[in-house]
Nanobody
């Protein structure tokens, strides 16, 4: 299974970005997809997850600003990020796993990450 994340970049505070994660080698229909992020000097943290039934979960820090969605036909998951803040700066990783959880240990495949930088 390979996950390829894209869409990161530099944006000013208050701006928006849309991350994409395309999967190959596995049909995603029955798997949970998640987004995590890791800022410099910090541990990897949960951002959002979407189950195969399209049930979603978000970290408190991004609720109301970020939206996760998936297109099973394209084996792709998206993360729409609005009203970005400097504290959202991190490398964002997509992951897939069999269980609907916010624990990174529950995910068995990870992409390489895409850098999001939010300037103040």
């Amino acid at each position: 299974v390979q996950l390829q994340a894209s869409g990161g970049g530099l944006v000013q505070a208050g701006g928006s970005l849309r991350l994409s994660c395309a999967a190959s080698g596995r049909t995603l229909i029955s798997y949970t997809m998640g987004w995590f992020r890791q800022a410099p000097g910090k541990e990897r943290e949960f951002v959002a997850a979407i189950s195969w039934l399209h049930i979603t979960d978000y970290a408190d820090s991004v609720k109301g600003r970020f939206t996760i969605s998936r297109d099973n036909a394209k084996s792709t998951v998206y993360l729409q990020m609005n009203t970005l803040k400097p504290e959202d700066t991190a490398v964002y990783y997509c992951a897939t796993g069999p269980r609907y959880e916010n624990n990174p240990n529950a995910y068995d495949y990870w992409g390489h990450g895409t850098l999001v930088t939010v300037s103040s």
